[in-house]
């Protein structure tokens, strides 16, 4: 007659499951295992944390990967969810099973070392390490058990690799803009010609939707207003446009229902692509990527003397101000400053190259 197993062990779908109340409350959860003898060792250390832990305040053992399952199930809402689990994918087979309280840099650079054996850019894997040092700060700080205790009692220092590659901006002078869009094909100089005046990221100009346009009638003008789900640090972001900017869009009107910039009758769906390394190639400009636009714009308002405040906010970063909700008034000296980046200094306003750009 075989010996009677543990109370609280039922077997479903080929492995055992406890269902068993442990310190006054139930359990019911996976052993992982199909074998008794291992789901009775699993159920048998639960019982004793759950008593270390309600007795003497132990902290009950919990890995890496648990706390990677409860930080991906929490951040669902959070925009770059899925690039952080791409990163998590890489970093379980190095720390998934490894107790959060054994796991400090020292540990993780076994995956450091191997991250660099296979090429990969600093920033990747500093990247990594932001995921991890965020999940043990969560761990340590904000995650309470059913004990009325934090899964990790303080999170260690995991410090980023110095990244000396690390590419600088390179904002455009008005003779690499020149030589930057007569290269470029006219759809998308027409497009760097907007970004290089508003400011905008490359997702922002190719997603740009003529729904988002507001129009002002008490300046004769409008603006964009981008949802904040389409930006970076999820607030609605204020297109303000100059009259380099304003002609661009202008240009644009009626080539395509939805879309704002479009190629053959289709929305371009990025900038940095094939096109663009040719046409940087071509002008002797072979770092230059979208975002220097953004750079470039930021440059020349702070080079013509626009206030940090109106810098902040015609670049669309986060400053605590309602930047959807400016009145007529507020919006007047917000294009006026974005006007002062039209001037090339020659005493003429910088449509040169949106005329030849207009030409079919």
């Keep these: ?3 009677k197993k543990i109370p609280g062990l039922i077997k479903r779908a080929g492995l055992w499951h406890i269902d068993k109340r442990i310190g006054g409350r139930r359990v019911c959860q996976s052993t992982g295992t199909d074998r008794l003898e291992e789901a009775e060792h699993f159920l048998a250390r639960l019982i004793e944390e759950t008593r270390q832990a309600q007795v003497y305040g132990v902290r009950p053992m919990r890995t890496f990967e648990q706390a990677a399952a409860k930080f991906v199930l929490e951040h669902q809402h959070k925009r770059s969810i899925s690039s952080d689990i791409g990163r998590l994918k890489l970093l379980m087979p190095w720390i998934g099973g490894t107790p959060l309280d054994r796991l400090h840099i020292g540990t993780l650079q076994p995956w450091i070392e191997h991250r660099h054996k296979e090429c990969a850019a600093i920033g990747t894997i500093n990247h990594g390490l932001k995921v991890v040092r965020r999940i043990l700060n969560l761990a340590a700080t904000e995650w309470i058990d059913e004990y009325g ?67 002002v009638p008490e300046l004769d003008t409008s603006v964009f207003i ?13 297109i303000v446009m100059n009259q380099t900017a304003v002609s661009v869009v202008d240009d644009q009107r009626g080539k395509h229902p939805t879309n704002v910039f479009a ?11 094939g096109a663009w390394l040719r046409a940087r190639n071509r002008a002797g400009l072979p770092d230059v990527r979208v975002h220097d636009l953004k750079h470039t714009f930021g440059r020349r308002l702070r080079a013509a003397g626009v206030s940090f405040e109106d810098r902040q906010d015609l670049l669309g970063h986060r400053s605590g101000r309602i930047t959807t909700h400016y009145s007529a008034a507020e919006l007047s000296r917000l294009i006026d400053a974005a006007n002062s980046v039209c001037d090339r200094g020659e005493g003429k306003p910088e449509l040169v190259v949106l005329r030849r750009l207009s030409v079919s």
């Design 263 to 273: 190629y053959y009758g289709k929305p371009t769906t990025r900038m940095l692509n």
């Design 149 to 215: 205790m934090t899964w990790l009692l303080a999170a260690p220092k995991i410090k980023l690799l110095p990244d000396t590659n690390k590419r600088q901006p390179h904002p455009l002078s008005w003779k690499e803009q020149d030589s930057l869009l007569k290269e470029l094909p006219r759809h998308l100089a027409q497009m760097a010609l907007f970004g290089i005046n508003t400011g905008c990221r490359d997702n922002e100009i190719c997603n740009l939707r003529w729904d988002w346009e507001v129009k």
């Design 226 to 238: 981008i949802p904040g789900q389409h930006i970076k640090n999820g607030d609605d972001r204020l």
């Design 1 to 3: 007659m075989g010996r």
